[in-house]
């Protein structure tokens, strides 16, 4: 789980903040969403601001319910560390990847289709007393860069009062706009990559050289630096390394 975090982590921090001057309104309208969010769903609502890695939480009657009193209402980070920790570790796990997904999917869409999306976790928490209740995490990116960097994330987090079993599926992606749901397990957003392109990745996990691809798919040398390089940059890698621990945390391979 912490590789899987400190990838996430690196991907959100390194994105390109060169928009300052509508920093201001956009902080102040996504905390205003956030309060109304808090108030009128009864939940705990989290904004992150990328780009100053400050988060800024804001509580429904949850909180209490639960037994968790409330955390400072600014954080220096973009994690909730304090709610984090009372969260199963296997449940974390998933909404790391699942959250990874997110980011690689909306830097393959245009910024302004990336508020249709949103994902959906659902989570085992512990309370104080020993028991566990479960929660719908939610999580909403509401503004992009003039670059195309994500920068105000909305974390919502919703008790489910119903049996688990009768819920949705534990993690999912969907587009509100249109109702679809990415199909996790079978598709693995294929279009981000093109066959040839996972192909090659693969074999680059494999261990293979460039030399050594270009014989086992029958192509230039010249075409698989040229699919190593669109791979770099569809996936926001700086390396071959750096490429397959993304491609293996998002699913993106076979």
């Known amino acids: 789980m912490k590789d899987s975090r400190n990838l996430l982590n ?130 909403i990116y509401l503004s992009s860069t003039a670059e195309g960097g994500i920068r105000l994330a909305l974390c919502l987090y919703h008790r489910i009062f119903e049996h688990p079993d009768l819920g949705g599926p534990d993690a999912l992606i969907i587009n509100s706009q249109t109702g679809v749901v990415a199909d996790l397990n079978r598709e693995k957003f294929s279009g981000i990559l093109s066959e040839r392109e996972k192909e090659v990745l693969q074999l680059i996990g494999y261990g293979l050289k460039g030399k050594e691809i270009s014989g086992r798919l029958d192509i230039s040398i010249n075409t698989v630096n040229r699919h190593r390089q669109n791979i770099f940059q569809k996936l926001n890698a700086t390396n071959a390394i750096e490429a397959c621990r993304i491609a293996e945390a998002a699913g993106l391979l076979k």
């Not at 690196?10 to 969403?33: A, T, W």
């Not at 508020?115 to 479960?134: H, Q």
Request: glycine letters at 4%; one cysteine or more; aromatic letters at 8%.
């Open 10 to 139: 690196v991907k959100l921090l390194s994105q390109k903040f060169n928009d300052p001057e509508k920093l201001e309104l956009e902080l102040e309208e996504g905390m205003m969403i956030a309060q109304i969010y808090a108030r009128m769903e009864n939940c705990i609502s989290v904004l992150s601001d990328l780009q100053r890695r400050r988060s800024y939480i804001y509580y429904g009657t949850i909180a209490d319910q639960l037994g968790l009193g409330q955390m400072d209402p600014e954080l220096n980070s973009i994690w909730e560390d304090d709610l984090l920790q009372h969260i199963h570790p296997e449940d974390m796990e998933k909404k790391i990847r699942l959250e990874l997904q997110f980011f690689q999917l909306l830097n393959a869409v245009l910024p302004q289709e990336r508020r249709y999306f949103e994902a959906l976790t659902k989570l085992r928490l512990t309370v104080p007393d020993g028991n566990i209740v479960f929660l719908k995490h939610r999580l």
